[in-house]
């Protein structure tokens, strides 16, 4: 495969080739159990915490307030599941376009109440809803700090001026803003903040999760009392240390790469609305992830548009789930207003360090020639018998 046809960077990221060489050797002859007590276990410990550092350093925490797990649906699942456990009742708020992780993690806890906050026709959170629907006993708030569809970045200052009012806690999502945009957690005033390794160059299969210390938490993965007793399970050592190292590669680039994408993404959202001029920009302009591009293609069902693309060498999303050949509606598309005809015909083009100009130039023609291919075929499916 082609890196710079890849435009998918929001699904997965390639392992940065730093990464990859730091973890090879706990592949290979340094295999150990980091719980042991013989000395190469310590030193596997030791490589532990120091991609513990970097995690913590890369989000303005403290070592110990991070807790590593297998990536960003289990970091969701414990920083919610760990303030439910302990509620005989009350009531959890998340928003319409969160991740199916996060909604999931709420929907489990059948005797607690979830309230979901709407969001604009722009996919941004209705901040003056949150303010509405927090209650008395509202036990956690969860929010994602950018969308992983339409690339909205949320108001997550604001919302955390409304729990801190409120003594809620609140759990961000940050799986689509790790590496991408600056993320302090003390600044932004959050308790529980979930990130993912291989949205930022490192592997797959780790994460880690933000636990401030002193919050009201429980671990809901039990078991051998790895990481402190928050998080059971024999430590992922090779993961952990490509996470810390791709962790400090995207830190080192972050501002300078923000700049390159949104160059070419506002370059690749140009060329596509151009070619295709009906196809609808979805999202907001301004507060958007700098490489997310997403359109709705009227009468072009996004699966559809997704193999079209591939038969041309572009690896592209329909951002939503998709099942026997075409597009589930998109439950954010649908949230953000749009018709369901409408959210089925999702594209989501992703740019990452890959990308060139070059890349953008062959995506947009692409998309037009499958456009042009996939309109016939659909008019053709519709016509009377
Ligand atoms: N949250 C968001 C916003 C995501 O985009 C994703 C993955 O796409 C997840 C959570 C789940 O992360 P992981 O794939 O590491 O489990």
Known sequence: MTAARYFDYAATTPLDPAALEAMLPWLGPQFANASALYESAQTAAAAIEEARERVAAAVGAQAEEIVFTSGGTESIWM?????????????????????????????????LRTDLAPV??????????VARLIRADTRIVSVMHA??????????GEIARICRRHRVPLHIDAVQTFGVLPIDVRRMEVDLLSVS??????????GALYIRSGIAWRPAVTGGGQERGRRGGTTNVAGIV???SAVSSAMDRVELEARR???????????IQLAVPDAILTGPRADRLPGNVHFCIPGVDGAAMVLALDARGIRASAGAACSAGSTDPSHV??????????????????????TTETAVREAAIAVASAVAELRPARSSLHAPL
């Not at 599941?81 to 998340?94: E, H, P």
């Not at 604009?120 to 809803?129: K, L």
């Open 333 to 354: 598309l649908l949230a953000m207003g749009l018709s369901p005809e409408l959210a089925r015909c999702g594209l989501r083009l992703t740019l990452g360090r890959g």
């Open 79 to 111: 920083a919610i599941a760990g303030v439910a456990i302990d509620c005989t009742s009350g009531t959890l708020l998340t928003t319409r376009i969160e991740h199916e992780s996060a909604l999931q993690a709420c929907a489990v806890w059948r005797h």
């Open 261 to 271: 994408t949104t160059a070419l993404r506002e370059a690749l959202i140009e060329q």
């Open 242 to 244: 490509g996470f810390g």
């Open 197 to 206: 390794s291989h949205k930022l160059y490192g592997p797959q299969g780790v």
């Open 120 to 129: 604009d026709a722009e996919g941004i959170v209705r901040v003056e809803e």
């Open 147 to 156: 969308n992983n569809e339409v690339g909205s970045v949320q108001p997550v």
